[in-house]
């Protein structure tokens, strides 16, 4: 631990922060690497004599930070971490990172299932981090949950990410393209949720280079018009779920319309889209009869 004057600190944040980037990714950094929570964070302006103390020294904070703006590279592969919910992950180039808009998937099985459930059985269908599926096994341990992704890669990730979080054994992780994990368990699924790849090739192109030339493109990529993946999962999710059982898509900000006639199409009930906490269809829903 090396120890550091509040003062002096404040001073190395604020020309830190001058040089680019947001609050948010420098949170991360001095979180992950520089052992400083939020909340310590948060109360330094009120004692600005007391001492500070840090994993990690402040040029070699810095040499991070530097990067970061430079190559514009993500700040989470850089620190191997990503906060989500109330997870810490860890993260490579292999997966996505995971995005605080997708946190309200969470909610939306929260209202749906209610806090307290009796046994079911869930899957989540291009897994990635695991961020998903470890929040859903941890809020139900009574659930038992299949998460799948086509990357093994990932899928290491996912399980290193479930044991470092949760002493349950309720969450096992399968590699294969979308259902074909699920050949043994065709009408036995109460509840699917996928956040697969919907960005349409045209989109994929422009992306912010830090997403582009870092996040894994078979994340991102939902062919020409963004719905390849969707509709393989809506087609074939009537195979899978049992009677009244729900699927939770997430979807791009505009295909929200397209999503829900895919969903009427393969007969679900109840269909909805749901908006994210920026007032956009973000998420469509649906009850298998
Ligand atoms: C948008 S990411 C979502 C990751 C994670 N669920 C999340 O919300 O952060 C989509 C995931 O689907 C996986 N994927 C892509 N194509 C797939 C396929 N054909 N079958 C299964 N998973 C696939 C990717 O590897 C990636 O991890």
Redesign the pocket.
């Known amino acids: 631990m090396l120890s550091i004057s509040v003062k002096e600190f404040l001073y190395w944040k604020k020309k830190q922060l001058s040089k680019g980037g947001d609050h948010r990714s420098f949170a991360v950094l001095l979180n992950c690497i520089g052992g400083i929570s939020n909340s310590e964070l948060n109360l330094l302006r009120i004692n600005p004599e007391r001492k500070l103390y840090l994993k990690k020294n402040l040029e070699q904070l810095e040499f991070i930070w530097d990067n970061h703006l430079l190559n514009s590279s993500p700040i989470q592969y850089l620190c191997g971490v990503s906060f ?1 919910r109330d997870l810490k992950l860890k993260v490579t180039d292999k ?5 605080p808009e ?1 946190e309200l ?1 969470i909610d939306i099985v929260f209202k749906i299932f209610g806090k307290q459930s009796q046994k079911l059985i869930f899957a ?10 470890i929040a859903l096994a941890l809020a139900y341990p009574l659930w038992d949950g299949i998460a ?4 093994q890669n ?1 899928l290491d990730i996912a399980t290193e990410n479930y044991l470092n979080c949760c002493k349950e054994t309720n969450l096992k992780f399968y590699c ?3 259902w074909t994990p699920f050949e043994s368990l065709k009408g036995k699924i109460d509840l699917v949720i ?5 960005i349409p090739k045209d989109t994929y192109e422009k992306l912010p280079k830090e997403v582009k030339n870092f996040e ?1 493109k ?3 990529l939902g062919g020409e018009d963004g719905l390849k ?1 969707i509709r393989e999962i809506i087609q074939k999710a009537p195979l899978f779920l049992k009677e009244k059982g729900w699927l939770i898509i ?1 979807n791009h900000f505009d295909q929200g319309e397209k999503v829900k006639q895919l969903f009427i199409k393969s007969k679900f009930n109840s269909v909805e889209i749901v908006n994210d906490l920026s007032g956009v269809g973000r998420f469509t829903i649906g009850r298998y009869k």
């Open positions: 989500w997966v996505l990172i995971p995005r997708t998937i989540e269908l291009g897994t990635g981090s695991g961020a998903i599926s799948t992704d086509i990357d990932a294969g393209h979308w996928s956040n697969p790849p919907y894994p078979i994340a991102l993946h997430e």
